[in-house]
């Protein structure tokens, strides 16, 4: 969807081409291989003249839009009122889709350091490479819940770490 807005259907048809995937349409909260994901990201990242850690990063803030306007919204908002609350709160939700979606491995997020307008995420996952979706997620978040968002990363598993550390600044707007 985020690339079908972007250059519309056809687009879409020459991305999935160039990355040799078929699937007609993706399933919304269905996991796939990681090879699809990353096919499809070199092929959009191609087509669309971004690098490949741009094309993650707005997916990962389109996808918190999109999953909030497809029916989510709700269940979202069990998390938290607010930024911090639901970046404290997202293995709690996790546990909570897992329960309709069994076969969902999703990651887990821990906080640390938490203080006025600033904490440090913790991203655990068996996949890799996804570095640059997590901030956009966190930036996603941020717009959902009217915030500024600064994130910086400060440890990554594709470095040879445990596991994706990310320094996070926030303020509400207004």
Not at 118 to 134: A, C, D, E, K, N
């Amino acid at each position: 969807d985020m690339v079908t807005a972007k250059i519309g259907t056809g687009g879409w048809a020459e991305v999935k081409r160039a990355a040799g995937v078929d699937v007609d349409e993706f399933i919304t909260m269905e996991q796939y291989e990681d090879a699809v994901t990353v096919s499809l990201v070199g092929a959009a990242s191609a087509r669309l003249k971004l690098p490949p850690h741009e094309v993650l990063e707005q997916f990962g803030e389109y996808w918190v839009r999109y999953t909030n306007e497809v029916g989510y919204g709700d269940m979202m908002k069990l998390a938290g009122t607010n930024f911090s609350a639901f970046l404290q709160n997202l293995d709690y939700l996790h546990a909570h889709v897992i329960r309709s979606m069994p076969k969902l491995n999703p990651p887990s997020f821990r906080c640390t350091d938490i203080a006025d307008g600033s904490l440090v995420l913790h991203y655990y996952s068996p996949r890799g490479g996804l570095t640059h979706m997590v901030i956009g997620l966190l930036k996603g978040v941020g717009t959902m819940f009217d915030t500024d968002v600064q994130v910086r990363v400060r440890e990554q598993k594709s470095e040879g770490a445990d596991h994706d550390v990310f320094e996070v600044t926030y303020a509400a707007r207004g």
